[in-house]
């Protein structure tokens, strides 16, 4: 199948490409998470992904812009179905990139973090399968999420602290003492 697998970082893109390839698939990249705040880590992730691409040789869609305010007006005033709406913004322009490429599939590197809502995130592919005519290739990466971190750690990569989102910042520091 030609893949078209969003990316979230490089370290998270390991473990998924691996297997993608070994299963015969041809993959290319797309880098979109307008979810990531501040901008300096948006480039920090972007340029990771950028070198990790060209030194295994795999094309990459890219922008040029940072679309911030697009994620943080989908949020504002829901902010407990934050991770709802960013796994949807992000899936549904991949599903929407992959049609117009004339993909067989989409799928995305979120799937191998044990710190995203897996079942959250498969329904929302299969729901984008649906409506875009683009087929959702399911995998539980999760399985080789130690395998990507020693490789990720070996090569030197940027390894981010957080999910991306200004919330999960937060959430990274402040401890609130009243609850």
């Known amino acids: 199948m030609k893949i078209l697998l969003h ?15 070994k299963e015969g698939h041809e993959v290319t990249g797309i880098f979109y998470n307008p979810n990531i705040h501040p901008y300096m880590e948006y480039k920090k992730r972007l340029d990771t992904v950028i070198k990790y691409s060209e030194d295994i040789g795999m ?23 934050r991770c709802r709406y960013c796994y949807h913004l992000r899936m549904k322009y991949t599903a929407h990139i992959a049609k117009k490429g004339k993909f067989d599939g989409f799928t995305t590197t979120l799937l191998y973090s044990k710190f995203q809502d897996h079942d959250l ?26 395998e990507g971190i020693k490789i990720s750690r070996d090569m030197g990569m940027y390894r981010q602290q957080y999910c991306g989102c200004i919330y999960s910042e ?3 520091f402040y401890k609130n003492p009243l609850r």
Not at 7 to 21: G, V
Request: net charge negative.
């Open 170 to 172: 937060k959430e990274r």
């Open 121 to 146: 995130l498969k329904d929302i592919g299969e729901n984008l399968e649906k409506n875009y005519g683009v087929g959702f290739y399911y995998h539980d990466f999760r399985e080789g999420w130690k």
């Open 59 to 81: 094309r990459l869609i890219k922008f040029d812009d940072y679309p911030m305010e697009e994620f943080l007006r989908g949020v504002v005033f829901r902010e407990e179905m």
């Open 7 to 21: 990316i979230c970082c490089a370290p998270c893109a390991i473990y998924p490409l691996d297997i993608l390839k």
